[in-house]
């Protein structure tokens, strides 16, 4: 009969054979021969929950410092100045306006754009008003909670027009809640890294960081920093103090940006195929003409408007410095992240178009272009020329869609968006527009 093994240092050192209950966790025993040590033990082995069995350790009768716990090997990198996840603070959220200077209260504007009201939003998609995103009030600061009691509201209370659409329930429920990773698993069988695997789920398994992450240890350090006071992610506790989360998955980082991203190959074996398809700039010349202003969207951390459920979160667990993090949205190198958030917008791209704003959504990059009223409409019959009517048109237009987005709990990037419409804009990586030939790109 094997055993379970908890090896504290080499020897010298004392044995002890002792039956007892095992329960969930990782024992670290640290050199005593107290009852309360062995209890210690017993409340912490991840095997409890199956059976009872004798118990061996060994217990180190040498300095402290040359014990070695049961904690997977932390590189020095890891640790870099001033890294305190236990220190993390809540940023404040400010309102500003579209050009970045502070809303002011005295103007009659308000956080959350409660001074529009339903009466204006109604005027502006009928024709009979204009409007333009310098009366609306956008965040700088992305809080989850704020996100979920903003999104939480009844869609249909504000945008009718959503629960008209023939779309999957569970896209209605991303804009609203949070989401299992039950749904998303599927059993396999197969070899990872010369191990085999067979089962209906990832078992528990421990890696560690690339080293690719060493150059950018103080940027890794910064941003778990700040996706813990924006509650992104949340402190698990120390690396050899707690039972690690069911997966620890390696951080990596994507160089050109650069971008924080969870390595999440071992966990994708068992995630179902989700194929989608994407917008493409290829589309823009159904409603883009040669005399057209188009306006640019950026989702600012997008992924991190949907939850996941707490005990979803547990699979999607890192390690760095010393601590364990879980994740509570959906991250960066998990299969299913484009295919979730991706199907969430095409739901608001839906009510964009019911509404006759032309629009393209490639994941978080939203385009849009003039809102198709007829150019008798009140609001646009007393312009002088086209080029007026139209820009009047797109400005509508992106007015409405940000409008619906900062609504609906989404964090608009002021930097990357251009919000004042133009004939030509960067989309997708191309400077886009038509000419008379067709689409130009530069």
Not at 92 to 109: F, I, L
Not at 222 to 243: H, K, N
Not at 298 to 311: C, F, I, Q, R
Not at 334 to 345: N, T
């Amino acid at each position: 009969m094997s055993f379970p093994i908890v090896l504290l240092s080499s020897l010298p050192c004392l044995c002890f054979i002792f039956p007892f209950a095992l329960h969930s966790g990782m024992a670290v025993l640290k050199g005593s021969l107290i009852p309360s040590r062995i209890t210690e033990a017993q409340n912490c082995h991840p095997l409890s929950h199956l059976l009872s069995l004798p118990f061996v350790f060994f217990l180190s009768l040498q300095p402290p410092s040359k014990r070695f716990k049961i904690a997977p090997s932390i590189p020095q990198w890891e640790v870099t100045p001033d890294f305190d996840p236990k220190s993390a603070v809540k940023p404040s959220v400010r309102w500003v306006k579209s050009d970045n200077s502070p809303v002011e209260m005295a103007q009659g504007m308000t956080a959350d754009n409660l001074h529009i009201s339903q009466v204006c939003i109604k005027a502006v998609l009928n024709g009979h008003a204009l409007a333009d995103v310098s009366t609306l009030a956008f965040q700088t600061q992305l809080l989850l909670l704020q996100v979920v009691s903003t999104a939480t509201f009844p869609l249909e209370s504000r945008f009718p027009k959503l629960r008209c659409m023939n779309s999957p329930p569970r896209f209605f429920i991303g804009l609203k809640t949070v989401l299992t990773y039950k749904s998303f698993f599927q059993p396999f069988k197969g070899r990872y890294k010369g191990e085999n695997f067979d089962s209906a789920l990832p078992p528990h398994k421990i890696f560690t960081n690339s080293v690719s992450c060493k150059p950018f240890a103080r940027f890794i350090s910064g941003t778990i920093m700040a996706r813990l006071a924006s509650g992104a992610i949340s402190l698990w506790g120390q690396v050899g103090f707690v039972s690690p989360p069911h997966l620890v998955m390696p951080l990596t980082v994507e160089q050109s940006k650069p971008r924080l991203c969870n390595d999440n190959r071992f966990l994708n074996l068992w995630i179902k195929d989700t194929p989608f398809k994407l917008d493409s700039i290829t589309a823009l010349p159904r409603y883009v003409t040669p005399s057209s202003f188009q306006s640019v969207c950026d989702h600012k951390s997008g992924y991190d408007h949907v939850l996941l459920t707490p005990e979803s979160r547990t699979f999607f667990s890192f390690e760095w410095g010393g601590w364990y993090f879980v994740i509570n949205t959906i991250p960066f190198g998990w299969k299913s992240s484009a295919y979730i958030y991706h199907s969430i917008g095409l739901l608001t791209s839906h009510y964009f178009r019911s509404v006759l704003i032309p629009c393209l959504l490639y994941i978080d990059d939203h385009h849009t272009g003039e809102i198709q009223l007829p150019s008798k409409a009140p609001a646009y019959a007393g312009f002088s020329s086209t080029f007026k009517q139209s820009f009047a048109g797109a400005s509508s237009a992106i007015f409405i869609v940000c409008y619906t987005l900062i609504s609906l709990g989404y964090f608009i990037g002021l930097a990357k968006s251009i919000l004042t419409p133009k004939q030509v804009v960067p989309y997708l990586g191309f400077f886009g527009g038509l000419c008379s030939s067709g689409l130009c790109t530069y």
